[in-house]
């Protein structure tokens, strides 16, 4: 499968609105910022007020459990399930649901992963603790001085392990999560397959969207599936072999939970289809 923004949105991860307004209300007023995305992006004059934003964004979009259980519904219906998950969602609610991280590819980083801000060596810092306390030391929209993480290594400021430049650090667990994904595929090529896309835009579609749609051509075998509120295009060539719904993921995850909770029935036994 593959999950991208619009599967964490269905589970209650919006970055604008009231969820916006209820951490980030300090920052909107003194700098106009609207919603988390663009935040993120913000050129704060220190580094106190740029850790004390970040902090904020990733104790709650990366050690706070989504307030749905949409993830929870889609390890209910994969659980004993040949699967691999594919995503460009970088706030851990797979595994944070359950889902076996040996199952799973991050690659466009992690919230919960800290980098040199010059990428002077390949490797990735775990960020919870030192998030939680910057979080509880702010005042005035700036963390204290002395908690400015900086690189072990050459003393400058870390980063967030993002995937927005050339700087994105793809460490060994990076790499081991990308070979037990090529390793999946390899195994099931050419069987039966449903390349499952959850949430995926139009922002990096050569990503998830695209392979799919390759991989599903080229696998006579295969079926594609697409559960978007908006996106749902399919190219002609397979089509007759895919399947769309325009809807809001966590509803069609929880109508298909409860569908295979109910018992088969007995037609279909008897025939021995699934």
């Known amino acids: 499968m593959g999950a991208g923004a619009g599967l964490s949105a269905s589970a209650g991860f919006v970055y604008d609105g009231a969820r916006f307004h209820a951490h980030f209300a300090d920052f909107e007023e003194k700098y106009g910022i609207r919603d988390m995305y663009s935040g993120g992006f913000y050129p704060f004059e220190t580094l106190e007020e740029y850790w004390?934003?970040?902090?904020?964004?990733i104790l709650l979009n990366r050690y706070e459990k989504a307030p749905k259980p949409v993830y929870e519904d889609l390890l209910a219906l994969v659980r004993d399930r040949d699967f691999f998950a594919l995503t460009t969602n970088v706030d851990h609610q797979f595994q944070l649901a359950g889902f076996d991280k040996h199952r799973l590819f991050y690659t466009q980083g992690d919230y919960g992963l800290w980098q040199c801000s010059q990428s002077c060596h390949q490797e990735t810092y775990?960020?919870?603790?030192?998030?939680?306390?910057?979080?509880?030391?702010?005042?005035?929209m700036k963390i204290p001085t002395e908690l400015i993480p900086r690189c072990p290594k050459c003393g400058r400021p870390m980063t967030m392990n993002l995937r927005i430049d050339d700087t994105f650090v793809q460490d060994d667990g990076w790499y081991a999560a990308g070979h037990r994904y090529t390793d999946f595929l390899r195994r099931h090529q050419g069987q039966r397959v449903l390349f499952l896309e959850?949430?995926?835009?139009?922002?990096?579609?050569?990503?998830?969207?695209?392979?799919f749609w390759k991989m599903t051509h080229e696998n006579r075998h295969a079926v594609y599936a697409c559960v978007n509120q908006a996106e749902t295009y399919v190219p002609r060539e397979i089509q007759k072999r895919s399947i769309?719904?325009?809807?809001?993921?966590?509803?069609?995850?929880?109508?298909?939970?409860?569908?295979?909770?109910?018992?088969?029935?007995?037609?279909a036994e008897a025939s021995g289809q699934p």
Do not use: F
Not at 198 to 211: C, D, E, Q
Not at 253 to 267: T, V
């Open 52 to 57: 004390a934003w970040w902090s904020r964004q």
């Open 198 to 211: 959850l949430g995926v835009g139009g922002n990096t579609p050569g990503i998830i969207k695209y392979p």
């Open 126 to 140: 775990d960020n919870e603790a030192a998030v939680r306390r910057m979080a509880a030391e702010q005042r005035d």
């Open 244 to 267: 769309n719904l325009c809807c809001d993921i966590g509803d069609a995850l929880r109508q298909l939970r409860d569908l295979s909770h109910k018992e088969a029935p007995r037609g």
